[in-house]
């Protein structure tokens, strides 16, 4: 078996005659947790959506657990949904009805777990959420599926500061020891602790992608570390 | 992966919500109007006025379904366009059909809901004795017919189930092909739009959108020339009434549905990046 669960090879990706991203390679191995971190517009985002499958028309390759084809792909992948395909009248019980349906790796009895540790009761409506809230319950049904790779695309920013270190504190209990976990936040200083591994991208590539031990073996703390990679002013 | 059966119900699903919004509409509005002309004595006289709701309410039902056609193409579009659908894992094939195939047979739950409400809206003429005798004498006839072993070889001849067959199959194909066409044209314009500058993007979506529909306008036209010459008995276009034409009919509505199905497809598995 390969190592590698996540191998991305030679992606560019253009949109509206833009490079967003240029010539990525990237290789990210089993059951860590890895930080995604860049400046707004890096293309952290664009990256994300395409190892869900979601953007389209790139050059390259990429695969997930060996799997190259989006399809498959996306069954191997569990991503933060802004559940936008939802209506505002949505019960949080629907949506979960809705994915026990549709994706057979859905966990129902963590799905409970997780909703009552996010304080989230069935019957509250979508359009009752605050955006903390809603942030909870996207964090919830992603990590309710049991999928090896688990992508989270600025999970935390309309979460409390309290409620955010409840909830990356418990990360690793959620998780299953063999899947990763691939943040991508602007809080860098709160996750540093459960972090594998950091991924920075900058100047639409990845610019670094180093393990968290040989930052802090450097006797540099993660966000020093990423400071320092735009020392010269950043990108644009 | 999922089930194309968990996909079609989930998606089913999420259309019902606006059948039942336009079954309410179409009750609630035919009432209104109902009472209405009863109150103000406009139009419904005498024994006309027992029969007032159900004609009322057979006269909304065209408007109500060509809102849902409306309503149904929308809802298409969203489902998409929508992240929450498209992350789920199963091909783009059968998500496409999955959504079309549910916004049809959804269009067929609201025909049954309103038929269903013709009924009851019959109901009330039930109480006069002019109607009741008419309903009466139908039956009876319908009776004398069945129990005389010739019924339902009049009512084929009156009704060939072949033609209703291929009927019934024209209108479904005929929904597919609108659902087809405009899928293609909003995917299409969508995914143009990825490859010009984001500047004006509604402007230039506008442009798209004109020129895709004068383009399939144009070429549809000579599609029909073509079909009419290929075809000087004129069976196949329908002016001879015929088991065949209807049949030759849905061949070429299948024809067309597929090419558009399969750009569509093409697009969404390709080009087309939902939001």
């Known amino acids: ?236 | 992966m999922t089930s194309f059966k968990n996909l079609f119900a989930r998606m089913s699903k999420a259309k019902m919500r606006n059948i039942y919004l336009l079954v309410l509409i179409q009750l609630v509005s035919s009432l209104l109007i109902t009472i209405w002309s009863l109150i103000t004595s406009s139009g419904f006289r005498g024994d006309a006025g027992l029969l007032s709701w159900f004609i009322i309410v057979m006269t909304l039902m065209p408007f109500i379904d060509i809102a849902y056609v409306f309503i149904s193409t929308w809802q298409n579009e969203k489902e998409f366009d929508s992240q929450t659908w498209r992350l789920i894992p199963i091909s783009s094939t059968k998500f496409y059909i999955a959504n079309i195939s549910s916004a049809i047979v959804n269009g067929l739950y609201l025909v049954v809901l309103q038929l269903a409400m013709g009924i009851v809206a019959f109901l009330p003429a039930v109480f006069d004795h002019n109607i009741r005798f008419n309903v009466w004498q139908i039956s009876n006839a319908v009776g004398k017919e069945v129990s005389g072993g010739n019924y339902w070889a009049k009512f084929f001849e009156a009704f060939p189930i072949g033609i209703l067959l291929s009927e019934f199959i024209a209108f479904l194909l005929f929904a597919f092909l609108i659902y087809s066409i405009v899928a293609t044209i909003d995917l299409s314009s969508k995914t143009i739009l990825d490859f010009l500058p984001e500047r004006h993007s509604k402007i230039f979506r506008a442009i798209i959108i004109i020129v895709l529909v004068f383009v399939l306008l144009i070429a549809s036209g000579n599609v029909m020339n073509m079909l009419y010459q290929m075809d000087p008995a004129h069976v196949m276009t329908g002016e001879i009434r015929s088991y065949s034409s209807v049949w030759f009919t849905n061949f070429y509505l299948l024809i067309f549905s597929l090419i558009f199905s399969g750009i569509n497809i093409w697009l969404l598995a390709k080009y087309h990046e939902s939001k």
């Open chain 1, 1 to 236: 078996m390969n190592n590698s669960l996540l191998e991305i090879k030679n992606l560019t990706y253009k949109k509206n005659l833009r490079t967003i991203l240029n010539d990525i390679n990237l290789n990210v191995g089993y059951g860590k947790i890895v930080a995604l971190l860049g400046e707004n517009g890096a293309g952290k985002t664009t990256l994300i959506r395409i190892i869900s499958g979601i953007a389209k028309n790139y050059r390259g390759n990429v695969a997930v657990n060996g799997q190259q084809d989006e399809e498959a792909r996306k069954s191997q992948v569990s991503i933060t949904d802004a559940l936008k395909g939802f209506n505002e009248s949505t019960k949080i019980d629907e949506i979960e009805f809705f994915y026990e349906k549709i994706y057979p790796d859905f966990d129902d009895h963590q799905f409970k777990e997780l909703r009552e540790f996010m304080k989230l009761s069935g019957d509250m409506k979508l359009r009752q959420l605050s955006k903390g809230m809603r942030e909870k319950l996207e964090i919830a049904l992603t990590l309710s599926r049991k999928v090896p790779l688990y992508l989270l695309d600025e999970p935390f920013s309309g979460i409390d500061p309290l409620a955010r270190k409840r909830i990356i504190n418990s990360i690793l209990l959620w998780k299953d020891p063999k899947a990763t976990m691939i943040i991508s936040d602007h809080f860098v200083n709160e996750i540093t602790t459960i972090l594998d591994e950091v991924i920075v991208v900058k100047d639409k590539t990845i610019a670094s992608h180093i393990a968290a031990d040989d930052i802090r073996a450097n006797g540099q703390s993660i966000e020093q570390y990423y400071e320092s990679m735009y020392e010269d002013g950043g990108a644009e």
